[in-house]
């Protein structure tokens, strides 16, 4: 009996790429799901800074779809200085927001290439659909992460595949092309019947915006982190700080970050060190952080703004415990208007 | 009472990097022993059950201290 043909598939554990793998493997081919750790997905970023109390538990998808299939799912870490350069540097831009996603799929394809070299397989693949969204998966783009990505013709797009060129494993024989999609654009419709016809279930809801790049809020940040402290300075740590609560730049080196909920607060607790962190003392209230290098004054405006987010138990004159490494000190907050509240908002 | 070969801690990580800890991990064990996870972040528990169903190893115990949490993995193939 001949060795089963292997692939890597890029699995998110949506709908699209869990349909992929499954078609794949009706028709015998071996696969090893595959999927990234970016710091940018924003259903991992709420698992991790919501408070636990849920009704329903907020699941790795990518790992769900796996477990689901039976099909083993390596986790890839690619989030740092590397991964970084492709949304501060992009080479193909930006689309609507800060979204470098033509730069980040040629990021990912190489390093999922180099993954299907490591182990053995022949091919990889995805759940991409032509013409599904907007930047990267039209016909030219997706030719230019092809060639970019140095893929050989290895990649196959197993729900559109009918509509594209034939690729490595159909021209092999490895996969039979008649058996393989004809999806287009962004309906689900399709993938939904297919859904049902394989039997596949309990899937998260076919949404998309699924990244913090494409996310109108977060670009706004960024593009105030780029234009204030330099998007050479970029660490993964400020993309974390990025994600989460309400943003003030209340001067251009002074910047406030504050919790916006219990999970949130306990998320910048973590990132205390080297930071101010003040708090309202005897009342519950936000956990505010802030960087740069602020004055007294600045303090006692933060400490005002810590008061105003600190609900009605707070009176305009609670006292606020500022933090800063070993020393705690007591301010009285200053007020701050609401205009000009507005006017630091990021 | 479990004896693993080896203790990974991950208190202080966040899925998934403890999944990620883990798979790195289990490569350095041998097939039938037992790998013991520290963990304080809540989300391993859906994780690692979904980890080792899907990459074929038996979760064989997990134990809730408080917000911390020791889950006993065997590595099967």
């Not at chain 1, 196959?156 to 004809?182: H, I």
Request: glycine content about 8%; aromatic content about 8%.
């Amino acid at each position: 009996m001949s060795k089963p043909v292997k692939a890597v598939g890029l699995l998110s554990g949506g709908l699209d790429s869990t349909i992929a793998a499954a078609m794949l493997m009706r028709q015998g081919i071996e696969i090893q799901g595959l999927t990234f750790y970016t710091g940018f997905c924003v259903v991992e970023h709420n698992r991790r800074s919501k408070t636990r109390k849920r009704k329903k538990p907020v699941r790795n998808e990518a790992l769900q779809a796996g477990a689901k299939l039976d099909l083993p799912v390596e986790m890839i870490d690619i989030s740092g200085p590397d991964y970084l350069k492709v949304l501060t540097d992009p080479k193909y831009g930006y689309g609507k927001t800060v979204n470098p996603c033509i730069d980040c799929r040629i990021f990912m394809f190489r390093r999922a290439r180099q993954y299907m070299d490591e182990i053995g397989a022949q091919f990889m693949f995805t759940g991409e659909v032509l013409g599904q969204r907007p930047m990267s998966q039209r016909r030219q783009p997706m030719n230019v992460i092809d060639r970019d990505a140095e893929l050989d013709g290895l990649l196959l797009r197993p729900l559109s595949a009918k509509r594209l060129p034939p690729t490595v494993p159909e021209q092999e024989g490895w996969v039979d092309r008649e058996q393989l999609g004809d999806i287009q654009g962004r309906s689900r419709q399709k993938q939904m019947e297919i859904a049902e016809e394989y039997g596949i279930e309990d899937y998260p809801s076919p949404a998309g915006g699924c990244c913090y790049l494409t996310d109108e809020n977060f670009g706004r940040r960024i593009l105030d982190f780029f234009e204030y402290e330099g998007k050479e300075n970029l660490t993964m740590d400020d993309v974390m700080l990025l994600k989460i609560g309400r943003h003030f730049r209340v001067k251009p080196d002074v910047k406030v970050v504050m919790g916006r909920e219990e999970g949130e607060n306990k998320f910048l607790e973590r990132y205390t060190p080297g930071r101010w962190r003040l708090e309202t003392k005897d009342v519950t209230g936000p956990t505010t952080l802030v960087e740069g290098h602020p004055s007294d004054d600045d303090l006692r405006q933060i400490a005002g703004m810590t008061v105003r987010y600190a609900g009605s138990k707070a009176d305009p004159d609670t006292p606020v415990a500022c933090h800063y490494e070993d020393t705690e000190r007591i301010l009285e907050p200053s007020p701050v208007e609401e205009s000009v509240l507005e006017a630091w908002r990021i | 009472m479990i004896q693993p070969a080896m203790t990974l801690d991950t208190f202080g990580l966040l899925c998934p990097v403890p999944i990620m800890k883990t798979a790195s991990a289990i490569r350095e064990i041998a097939v039938g022993e037992v790998l013991e996870v520290l963990a304080d972040d809540p989300q391993i528990l859906e994780d690692m059950p979904a980890w080792c169903a899907s990459n074929g190893h038996a979760l064989l115990d997990t134990i809730e201290e408080g917000e911390e949490y020791r889950l006993f993995v065997k590595k099967v193939k």
